[in-house]
């Protein structure tokens, strides 16, 4: 599939899966609704698999920048992401978060 551009970004009052006075595009393929063109077209690379940011290191490739970012820092060595609880240092927000839930459950 390829991205049909503005004619993919169309109204449809008739769209009942997701109501909302404030977004006024919808997904072609699954009539999602969205208030802005460009959270539109990242969300469309779900359907049409684009993958536009690519790793200079590895051949990960990603839909969105962020997510590019977030895996940069496997190469960097990077792990902003602090326990508070222990010496523990993250990559990575979540995988923080599910460390903090598991390991100390009773401190939280």
């Known amino acids: 599939r390829s991205w049909g551009g503005s004619d993919c970004l169309t109204s449809d009052s008739r769209n009942q899966e997701y109501p909302s006075s404030d977004k006024h595009l919808v997904c072609p393929e699954c009539k999602k609704p969205f208030a802005q063109k460009g959270d539109l077209e990242r969300h469309y690379r779900i359907h049409t698999g684009e993958k536009p940011f690519a790793c200079p290191i590895c051949p990960y490739r990603a839909t969105v920048k962020t997510s590019l970012q977030k895996h940069l820092r496997i190469h960097s060595g990077e792990k902003p992401y602090a326990c508070p609880f222990c010496p523990l ?4 927000k979540s ?14």
């Open 89 to 92: 240092r993250s990559s990575d």
């Open 95 to 108: 995988n923080l978060m599910r460390h903090i839930r598991s390991k100390h459950r009773e401190t939280v």
